[in-house]
């Protein structure tokens, strides 16, 4: 573990200026205060910065910190600042709440919100606590579900008790680890308390659906935009929504859904339709395939007899068959119906598409 400021003597000035620095260098901008003390005493260990940044404060004094409107758009790094408390208490102030996380209390705070946090010491006149500064990008892959979380929790059932144990791990030894050991230590930790944090949020559901629902009416609107690039895969789709690949996966199993069954049950339909309109009827079929966004007119043939129970040939038959009856003012019973019989029996849409 590596000291990153230790303080103790009687310049408040001086303490709170040195401090400030350190704050903005690992955290963000803002407004540092302290309480006075005929003796300050603040040390910040650093045990990890790599791929999160894990840091240990202990004060004498009580300490606060603003971030306003201001601050975040000049300095928006977007990290989120898991707080693990150790002694005494620490008091959140934000928009949509305030909330007091005592001793062997956790709480998450969000950068890009404007906060006020006032850490005060213990009986004894301590404060002590952990802070795992979490990078988006990590945030969203594994702790998709406490995005909007900002409540006290506590970590003590018997299937997370070992995160405090992981978390001692990585301060006691995170220097001396490698980047790629940490890795899966610290994807061990985040979903442990993922795992932890959503036994908590029943009664958030309501808001993280409709959080999880803007994120597919996201994905859905950049897969019709681009449904006929036959090269649209699924980091592309994630990058481009501003998400990560494993939270696009989070989405899609929240809808009962998956990303080929997005593609496809758009893909499918806009190929049916093009397969039946009359100026299109000189277009080869395996044209029509990959203008559809297939690379192989032969999976496009599978994909479509599953879906419609019919080949791609006999579809454009049937339709345009039907097409020309009703042009010509007449009705074939026979075959108007065997049509009718087709199309009653087509997906009208994605939800339809198996």
């Known amino acids: 573990m590596r000291t990153l400021f230790n303080f103790r003597g009687s310049d408040a000035q001086e303490m709170r200026q040195t401090y400030s620095r350190l704050v903005r260098e690992e955290f963000y901008d803002g407004e540092l205060g302290t309480d006075t003390s005929d003796v300050l005493d603040l040390r910040v260990d650093k045990a990890l910065g790599d791929p999160i940044g894990l840091l240990r404060v202990r004060s004498n004094i009580g300490i606060s910190y603003r ?64 802070q795992a500064v979490v990078p988006a990008r990590l945030f969203f892959s594994h702790l998709p579900g406490a995005v909007e979380f ?92 501003g998400i990560s690949p494993r939270y696009l996966c989070y989405v899609l199993k929240a809808n009962n859904t998956s990303f080929s069954n997005l593609l496809w049950g758009q893909r499918l339909p806009l190929a049916r339709e093009w397969l039946a309109k009359p100026e299109l009827q000189d277009f080869p079929i395996q044209e029509i395939a990959f203008r559809a966004g297939f690379k192989s007119a032969a999976h496009f043939s599978r994909m479509f007899r599953a879906a419609y129970k019919v080949s791609p040939k006999e579809y454009r ?6 097409n020309t009856l009703l042009q010509d003012g007449g009705r074939v019973a026979a075959n108007d119906e065997a049509f009718g019989m087709i199309a009653d029996g087509l997906p009208r849409n994605r939800a339809e598409v198996n």
């Open 317 to 322: 038959s049937m339709a345009l068959a039907n």
């Open 67 to 130: 971030r306003t409107w201001s601050h975040i758009r000049s300095n928006n790094v977007g990290v989120r600042v898991i707080w693990f408390i150790r002694r005494g208490s620490l008091k959140l102030v934000r928009s949509q709440n305030s909330c007091s996380i005592s001793t062997s209390e956790c709480a998450i705070l969000d950068s890009g919100q404007p906060f006020f946090a006032q850490a005060t010491p213990d009986a004894e006149g301590v404060f002590e606590a952990t």
């Open 150 to 241: 900002d409540q006290p929790f506590t970590i003590d059932s018997e299937d997370h008790k070992f995160i405090w144990k992981l978390l001692d791990l990585l301060m006691g030894e995170g220097e001396h680890i490698t980047k790629s050991a940490a890795e899966p230590l610290v994807t061990a930790f985040l979903e442990a308390l993922a795992s932890n944090i959503s036994a908590l949020t029943t009664p958030l559901a309501n808001r993280k659906e409709k959080l999880v629902d803007k994120r597919l009416a996201d994905i859905e609107a950049y897969i019709t935009k681009h449904v006929t690039d036959p090269d649209l895969m699924y980091d592309d789709v994630a990058i481009n929504c």
